[in-house]
């Protein structure tokens, strides 16, 4: 087929700009993606062995999982000072660690926002709140921001519970502390209290996934 010399410049004017436009998409998607979330969608799921951390703690030490050598498994809570989700369930972390403790899983809470974003989330932010609270589990900082996305975690809170199975550390429960971050007292199934109850019966745990309420984790 012939074209003339001004419908080959149109034909031509009409490639590039549509070469253009899905040029411009496709960087707007790339963009979109590499900041909106460092969170691999995927994480841990229930049944997966989670790794080792070692993170640095309101009083300035590094702390493992492997330091509690006696423990049982864990209670991992991913919270921060400045959601008011997590500081609604700031007590109740507490009475989970005062309860579950003694009894062989810890809680072991992360903050993973961006301090820059979050600057009431920053290290001495937590020290002050630590204090005012009188948490009594570590509060560790994710700084590089590197566990929250291996664990899958996108809310604060966002809560994995642990079985220690000799060196390994094997996920039993993925989601929220429990059915109401409103109001303690309205509270009708205790998902953290009914996995690890169960895990110290030897039991499987009732529920093993439920959905995080909280807010996301700033990157």
Known sequence: ?????HEYKNANK??????LRIFTVLICFVCLTAFTTKTDASGYKVRDVATDFSLTNIDGKMVSLSDYKT????????????????????DRIEALNKKYAKKGYPVIAIMPNNTEIKPGDSLDAMKKRA??????FPYLIDREQA????YGATKTPHVYVLQKNNEMHIVRYIGAIDD?????DKVVLKYVEDAVDALLMNRQVPVSKTRAI???IKI
């Open 214 to 216: 909280g807010c996301s």
């Open 14 to 19: 009409f490639s590039v700009s549509k070469t």
């Open 180 to 184: 109401n971050y409103k109001d303690a």
């Open 131 to 136: 204090n005012k609270k009188g948490f009594t």
């Open 1 to 5: 087929m012939n074209f003339s010399n």
């Open 71 to 90: 423990a049982k498994g864990f209670v991992v809570i991913f919270t921060c000072n400045t959601c008011p989700y997590a500081v609604a369930y700031e």
């Open 147 to 150: 566990v929250f996305p291996q």
